[in-house]
């Protein structure tokens, strides 16, 4: 039996309907969770779980070592390329960073290609050392094309099929490690220094 024409166009209508409701509604569901999902931390560790930290850039290598536990502070020292302790504040606004960034967004691409984001000559490489003896690092490249992100490596390696992992992450990190290495030492607390010492004038005596 032959449909009538208004009745197929119904019929169609609504298996386009079904179409994009399930596409829409249900893959598109899933398609939006597995981008969510991508929004993942950089790293794993925890603050306290990180012994030393070594951050090379183009003007220097800075070597950090947690001191012994203990409550006095600062809790990092600077081991080179000065000895001294570290800028507490400095050391733990990277540290957050590291322990807490998140990158949304992984690009697989060939590693040959990795000059391409300036990651063969990075503007820096932070290397961690955790208590664990286990060690991770990360690598920043250049920013990208509207210069809110940097591109980075975390614990770089090319898989089987040629290719590797380029992150985009918070440009906090390079204004976190690109600094001079006397942003790094402690401040000297002046409060705590003793006023200088004041002799009196003896006073003059009356003569007859």
Do not use: C
Request: net charge positive.
């Amino acid at each position: 039996m032959k449909l009538p024409r208004t009745t197929l166009i119904l019929i169609l209508l609504t298996l386009g309907l079904g179409g994009f409701v399930y596409f829409y509604e249900i893959r598109g569901a899933t398609v939006r969770e597995e981008i969510k999902e991508q929004k993942q931390k950089i790293f794993s560790f925890g603050e306290d779980d990180v012994q030393s930290l070594t951050v090379k850039t183009k003007k220097f290598t800075l070597k950090l070592e947690r001191r012994p536990e203990s409550s006095s502070k600062p809790k990092w020292l600077i081991k080179s390329p000065i000895s001294g302790l570290a800028n507490d504040a400095i050391v733990s606004y990277l540290m957050d960073l590291l322990v807490k960034g998140n990158s949304d967004t992984t690009l697989s691409i060939p590693a040959k290609q990795l000059g391409e984001f300036a990651l063969y000559q990075p503007q820096a490489t932070i290397n961690i050392t955790l208590k664990n003896r286990q060690s991770h690092q990360l690598i920043l490249g250049k920013s990208n094309f509207n210069g809110r992100l940097l591109y980075a490596q975390a614990d770089p390696a090319v898989k089987p099929d040629g290719n590797t992992n380029v992150l985009l992450v918070s440009t906090d990190f390079a204004n976190a490690v690109n600094r001079e290495l006397s942003e790094w030492k402690q401040p000297v607390d002046n409060s705590q220094k003793l006023p200088p010492l004041i002799i009196p004038k003896p006073s003059p005596t009356n003569s007859n």
